[in-house]
């Protein structure tokens, strides 16, 4: 099976712009789940999406959104950058399922994003 | 809050030694935590889940532990190698809400 895929890789921005990063989990994941790495705080959690719909959402402003499409590829994006926004940000797939599963994630290789 | 300690300094070791990384939590016991591995500039990759009611995992040279009353997990890798020179994450689910609180990681060098 292909390993989930994000794009791009590298991503130069000004500070008020908008980015969309691209993430296409594994085959048959349907969760997809957004991280932000940075070296001081680690990795943070964004939100997951589960079959089209926002399931968890993490303690970022309102710039930061994302959505899920039926086959389960998802975007996320981010508005209005502000410098503190250059990080790592990292797309994970795992097969979602209900309670009492374990959420083991396959993350991609990630996209940098510097704002300049 | 849940909240996650990993050693922040970097652990150096000697080829062949065991090398043992740890993480502690400070609230509720988690069903399960992850262990993850990171080189630099790529994502995370899964290595060991271990349930609350299990005392130990082991996968190859990897070793985990588990330890509810201590609030802490203990990551073990045996006969050490300089290819398992990276940052090791730990990650624990934050509830019923299936969130995962990551650890900062913890960077292991292992040298020949």
């Known amino acids: 099976k292909a390993g989930v895929t994000q794009t791009p890789r590298y991503l130069i921005k000004t500070r008020g712009q908008q980015v969309t990063l691209s993430c296409s989990p594994i085959?048959?994941?349907?969760?997809v789940s957004w991280y932000q790495q940075t070296p001081g705080q680690g990795l943070q959690f964004l939100f997951e999406y589960f079959s089209e719909t926002q399931r968890n959402k993490g303690n970022f402003p309102g710039r930061f959104s994302g959505r899920q499409f039926s086959n389960s590829r998802s975007e996320m994006n981010v508005s209005t950058l502000e410098l503190g926004d250059s990080a790592l940000y990292l797309c994970a797939s795992s097969l979602g399922g209900g309670q009492g599963s374990y959420n083991e994630q396959f993350f991609g290789p990630g996209t940098r994003l510097t704002v300049l | 809050s849940q909240k996650i300690e990993q050693n922040s300094e970097a652990l150096n070791i000697q080829e062949g030694k065991t090398a043992t990384l740890t993480c502690n939590y400070t609230n509720y016991s988690p069903a399960y935590l992850q262990w993850y591995r990171q080189d630099p500039g790529r994502g995370p990759v899964f290595l060991l889940l271990i349930r609350e009611n299990e005392k130990e995992k082991r996968k190859e040279r990897l070793k985990v532990t588990f330890d509810t009353t201590l609030k802490q997990s203990l990551f073990h890798i045996t006969a050490s190698q300089p290819a398992d020179s990276a940052t090791y994450l730990c990650a624990l689910d934050a509830g019923n809400n299936r969130k995962l609180i990551w650890g900062l990681g913890t960077s292991l060098a292992v040298n020949p």
């Open positions: 085959s048959g994941h349907r969760s």
